[in-house]
């Protein structure tokens, strides 16, 4: 869930917290150097991490042990968000939204057509994304796109529980955290107001997000209710990428982040330089470094840790 390139940048809480080392986490581990602007979109499977080069033009993969790190497809127009299903590793691009088999080997497949989709996520049966005006859903089989929502600055796209969620971004209550079904309906505001909405994560409960210019981290219920502040921002502060299991919650600043789904004390969970693009398994986090301006963002990074 991660935008034009952009490095969401949060600045960590300076009081009542604990760094990751308190508790005795290892050292993170380096899965992949030399890339260039990875700060847009990484994925997991059981087996693999995928990322998008959005400055490269490339979308890549690394075993979750590490290895050496392949190229799926080369030459892509500002690929950034992925996501995999069983078979593929879908990413978009500026105009387009493209697979790939998880194995490499292919040409890219175009599978849709889309001006500026900002995001997107898949399920057993369909592709879904979201451009800055509409919340759309195809077969993975292939078929028309159809509009299931509109949608007003939309950005950021989970499917879970038979529902999509997004978010969308302006001036106040212009940010809201919305909600439809899957198979269609009215759109559903869950919350609104705060600080240009960034980026979103879903569980079984609640719906959780940041605030990318103050840095709070807040969730509501899926199906509606009081929104609950995590962790306060502050005007210093800047929200990044969100994911979640059923302990923790954890979002990208200067370093990866975590705070107790029911809210407590923020952790560091790894000090890290210019952290981006976040997910999760079981066992581990997993992160991006976009690099510096000086080197042509060309020195980025993938990361793990273990949880």
């Not at 387009?96 to 889309?114: D, F, K, M, N, Q």
């Not at 409960?205 to 509606?224: H, R």
Request: net charge neutral; with cysteine; charged share 15%.
């Amino acid at each position: 869930m991660r935008l034009g390139g952009a490095v969401f940048l949060l600045a960590i809480v300076s009081c009542a917290r604990h760094d990751a080392a308190e508790h005795g986490n290892p050292q993170p581990i380096v899965l992949a150097t030399g890339q260039n602007g990875p700060t847009t979109g990484v994925t997991v499977d059981a087996t693999t991490v995928y990322w998008t080069n959005y400055r490269g033009d490339s979308v890549m993969k690394v075993p979750l042990g590490g290895g050496t790190p392949v190229t799926l497809a080369s030459g892509q127009n500002a690929p950034h968000a992925i996501a995999v299903d069983a078979s593929f590793v879908y990413w978009a691009s500026r105009d387009a939204i493209l697979r790939e088999p998880l194995a490499g080997g292919a040409p890219p497949v175009t599978v849709a057509r889309a001006r500026g989709p900002n995001a997107i996520a898949v399920d057993t049966a369909n592709l879904y994304w979201v451009t800055p005006n509409a919340v759309w859903a195809q077969p993975v089989t292939g078929g028309a796109p159809v509009a299931l929502a509109s949608a007003n600055g939309a950005r950021t796209l989970v499917v879970h529980g038979g529902s999509l969620f997004w978010l969308e971004y302006g001036d106040g209550d212009a940010n809201r955290v919305m909600t439809v079904p899957i198979r269609g309906g009215p759109p559903v505001a869950l919350a609104s107001g705060g600080n240009c909405f960034s980026s979103l994560a879903v569980d079984d409960t609640n719906v959780y997000w940041t605030e990318q210019w103050v840095g709070t981290v807040a969730k509501v219920p899926v199906g509606g209710g009081a929104r609950i502040t995590l962790v306060p921002g502050g005007a210093d502060q800047h929200g990044g990428d969100i994911a979640v299991d059923g302990t923790w919650v954890y979002w990208t600043s200067r370093s990866v982040m975590k705070v107790p789904i029911g809210g407590g004390t923020p952790v560091v969970v790894a000090p890290s330089d210019s952290a981006a693009a976040l997910a999760v398994d079981s066992t581990s986090v997993y992160w991006t470094v976009g690099g510096h301006s000086e080197d042509g963002f060309s020195n980025g990074k993938v990361m793990k840790t273990s949880k």
